[in-house]
């Protein structure tokens, strides 16, 4: 397994990476364990809420619940839109980041609940957003990519607040936190050809989150 959390590199003031946090075989673990949750949960396409135009990223989710989106809006649900199953568990490793990263270094005691599974074939994008349909606000955003390299761009709360890029590589793991946690990022494109740990081009990308507050007796955040 890849050493335990070396310092990560601040993006931004609460934006921290971790390039390479997965080995090879963290990633190709992973990856499988990724292709067993498809199985049970497909991947479909969201729409845009209104409009109803696709999304270029085909989503699914594992954990308690999941975020969907269509022609009525975003929301969290416990089970797949298409399928009307509950989500697949947490594979093991998810639950293991989210201890050694969001409650080490973001302080969270709070469990994670959803875990948006993004699969990027080559040309699709992700526009600039927040995370924002979380009731829990407090709890940070972890990131996993698998596969080809992204651009991925992250800005500050505002949409016009100037942005920095990075190239999220296969292994890499990065959170949102603190004062970064509503800030706006995106994924201006896929590198086709960048790694060979996936049998197809594309990209896979794993966002773990807390949705619901903390319930009574729950350990707040500190
Ligand atoms: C992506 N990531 O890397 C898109 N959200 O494909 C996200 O939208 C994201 O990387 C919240 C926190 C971290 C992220
Ligand atoms: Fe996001």
Not at 6 to 12: K, N
Not at 29 to 52: H, K, N, S, Y
Not at 132 to 141: H, K, L, N, S
Request: charged share 20%.
């Amino acid at each position: 397994m890849a050493p335990a959390s070396t310092a990560p590199i601040e993006v931004a003031p609460g934006c921290l990476w971790w390039p390479g946090w997965l080995d090879r075989a963290g990633q190709e673990a992973l990856a499988e364990d990724i292709r067993q949750v498809l199985a049970q949960a497909p991947l479909f396409t969201p729409r845009m809420p209104r409009t109803g135009k696709p999304f270029s990223v085909r989503m699914s989710n594992c954990g308690p619940l999941g975020w969907v989106s269509d022609q009525t809006g975003y929301r969290y649900q416990p089970t797949h839109p298409e399928t009307g199953q509950p989500w697949p568990p947490f594979p093991d490793v998810l639950k293991r980041a989210w201890r050694e990263l969001a409650r080490e270094f973001a302080g969270t005691a709070l469990a994670p609940e959803a875990c948006l599974i993004n699969w990027y074939a080559p040309g699709a994008r992700m526009g600039l957003h927040q995370d924002r349909d979380e009731q829990e606000f407090r709890a940070p955003v972890l990131s996993l990519s698998l596969g080809d390299t992204a651009l991925f761009r992250v800005g500050g709360a505002a949409r016009s607040d100037p942005t920095r890029s990075i190239r999220l590589v296969s292994g890499d793991a990065l959170l949102l936190s603190g004062p970064s946690r509503l800030a706006f990022h995106g994924i201006d494109r896929i590198l086709p050809d960048s790694s060979t740990l996936l049998r197809q081009p594309g990209r896979i990308n794993l966002t773990l989150r807390r949705v619901r507050p903390a319930e009574d007796g729950e350990i707040l955040p500190i």
